[in-house]
């Protein structure tokens, strides 16, 4: 179990390296006027996706995982939150991957500083998963 636990948190850090950058660099691609800078934006973004991606594969994959090797780990009400925040982060990754396509159809009509702000989603989630995994309160 704790060769799981520990392939788990490389892989949340994987994806969540990804979860901090990729926002951050739509900021940059809102700001770009010139076409090259635009095209590096966008191979830069789909790159970092991949990347993320397979993080966001692993994590969930050495999370299920772990809950086969201890199911009752479900009974447990700070586990069920947890996985509530879970699910918002898939979310946001999928929303990424949007945003990403938007961006690379020349249809982003978001400025650089709702990117800023978009950027701070995944810290408020990683706070609020870690507390939960960490602390245990429920």
């Known amino acids: 179990m704790l060769w799981l636990k520990a392939f788990h948190i490389i892989s949340v850090i994987t994806w969540f390296a990804g979860l901090f950058y990729l926002p951050r660099l739509f900021v940059y691609h809102a700001d770009a006027k010139d076409s090259i800078s635009i095209l590096r934006f966008e191979i ?43 699910s918002l982060l898939i979310g946001y990754h999928l929303y990424c991957y949007k945003l990403m396509g938007d961006f690379a159809q020349h249809h982003n009509t978001r400025s650089a500083r709702w990117y800023r702000a978009f950027n701070e989603v995944p810290s408020l989630l990683l706070i609020a998963i870690v507390l939960l995994a960490v602390l245990k309160p429920f």
């Open 44 to 86: 830069m973004e789909r790159r970092l996706f991949a990347i993320m991606t397979i993080g966001a594969a692993a994590s969930l994959a050495f999370g299920v995982a772990m809950l086969v090797a201890a199911p009752a780990y479900l009974t447990m009400e700070w586990l069920r939150i947890k996985l509530l925040f879970v």
